[in-house]
């Protein structure tokens, strides 16, 4: 069984701290790995998506880094704002062991609740 | 506006009798899947759709079932829930298996 590990469960820093979230995975034959964030009450949105073959994604404020050797991907968050407060949840997407098994299924992380407060 | 559309948002239900919970994306996605979402255990995919020919089991299959007559719908039906299914559903879906994945708001579904 895969396992998806997402260190701290829970973060509350002040405004316009930078700051890292952890994701560590325990196959690293990974295809994609994706980081979402949710809100209460509502679904997850899609931040961003590294595939196997890269090393890192950014978005605005976001930046994902991937490194399989080691089972990692890290998210980070430069100058974090009120506004950034949700859980954080990365999945693993992971090659099949043979072709026509396990396609497409997704590995969820338990997620990191972040709180910035101004 | 794309989007994946799940109902119901909320539903209460006693045990055994038969619900559908809908999913409609309007994306062109081929790959559409199930979730569940409870405290402590995450997230967890009970089927997914490849395609409207391919369906598969996820982790956490067992009571439920899905149907994929057509790209855009791929609803989640349980035959005869039990308590142990009360939980937040998630539908969610991507133009192929291996990118961005698009969510639905959720249902909520708790069975007495």
């Known amino acids: 069984k895969q396992e998806v590990t997402q260190i701290p469960a829970a973060l509350s820093v002040p405004e316009g701290e930078n700051l890292v979230l952890n994701c560590s995975f325990t196959?690293?034959?990974?295809?994609?790995l994706q980081w979402f964030r949710q809100d209460p009450g509502k679904g997850l949105t899609s931040l961003l998506l590294i595939q196997s073959s890269q090393r890192e994604q950014t978005s605005g404020r976001l930046n994902a880094s991937l490194d399989k050797s080691s089972g990692r991907s890290t998210l980070y968050i430069a100058a974090s704002q009120p506004g950034d407060s949700a859980t954080y949840l990365c999945a693993v997407l992971y090659r099949p062991a043979d072709r026509g098994s396990t396609l497409g299924r997704l590995y969820f992380g338990r997620g990191t609740q972040l709180t910035v407060w101004p | 506006e794309a989007q994946v559309t799940q109902n119901p948002r909320y539903l209460i239900t006693v045990t055994g009798k038969k619900l559908t919970v809908t999913c409609s994306q309007n994306?062109?996605?081929?790959?559409m899947s199930w979730y569940r979402q409870d405290p402590g255990l995450g997230l967890r995919q009970i089927y997914y759709?490849?395609?409207?020919?391919?369906?598969d089991k996820g982790d956490v299959p067992e009571g439920y079932k899905v149907s994929r007559k057509e790209k855009r719908n791929f609803p989640l039906i349980l035959e005869s829930p039990s308590p142990n299914q009360t939980s937040l559903y998630f539908c969610?879906?991507?133009?192929?298996?291996?990118?961005?994945?698009?969510f639905g708001s959720g249902t909520q579904l708790s069975v007495l």
């Open positions: 969610a879906s991507s133009l192929t298996w291996a990118e961005k994945l698009f």
């Open positions: 994306m062109n996605h081929e790959y």
């Open positions: 196959d690293s034959a990974i295809y994609n």
């Open positions: 759709s490849m395609n409207v020919e391919v369906t």
